[in-house]
């Protein structure tokens, strides 16, 4: 596997953390360990500021790396005693490698907004249903298609002993010249270790509806781990992830890595 020079800085940082952060009391970790749960779980009535890195290497002619740094802030509302309303906004800084030439440029993707309303007394299931939208904020053509586009959202877990294990699927309709009709489905699960470890497999399949089916799908196969940390009061969760591409389009690269780093605000 090749990885490109400018992002093997980032891996090791992340293997870096991992190695060092194992300081703690015990009810620090006590309580950094049902933060690293809360983190798993997309519908937590949380207040949270994640930077979602993702890169894909060996993309197109010149083998270079696409790199998509989503900036995701989760904004939980209440509404009355039983139902909360849980948004997701998604600003994607893109990095995006020439097709004709044997470099990249970097510009902003459109918004993805999803809120979901869910029972704020969660069950065995713990669900949210909603509208996802897309905001035209991209900064040319290459970063995104520029256009509204609306459609459903859907989450679904649930939580049994150490475990977390869910869906999260949307389909978007863009209205415009290119009329995107775009379909995303992850699955997630994670296992909970001592000391606020965790392993997770979280895999985001992709689907462009408008293209022929032998290039429409991106199936990735893989997983990372994980660990909630305190610096000074503040809670953060971090964790790095590797995945192969087992489908993928023409030109796409087979690796992609995700390192994300999780400021949280719990109530």
Sequence with gaps: MKIHNNYRWALALSILLFSCLTYGQDSQESDEAALAKATQNPLAAMYSL???NNTTYGMGEYSRAQNVLNIQPVLPFNLGNKVNIINRIILPIITQPSST???STTGTGDISWSAWLSPSKAGKITWGLG???QIPTSSSSEFGSGEFGIGPSFVALTMINQWVAGIVTNNVWTFGDRSENKFLFQYFIN????????IVSGPILTANWNVVSDQRWIIPFG????KVIKIGKLPVNLNAQMYYNAVKPNGVGDWQSRIQLQFLFPK
């Design 223 to 226: 997983g990372g781990v994980g």
């Design 131 to 133: 509208p996802v939208l």
């Design 50 to 52: 994640p930077f979602q």
């Design 101 to 103: 030439e044997d470099i």
């Design 191 to 198: 296992y909970n270790l001592p000391k606020a470890w965790y």
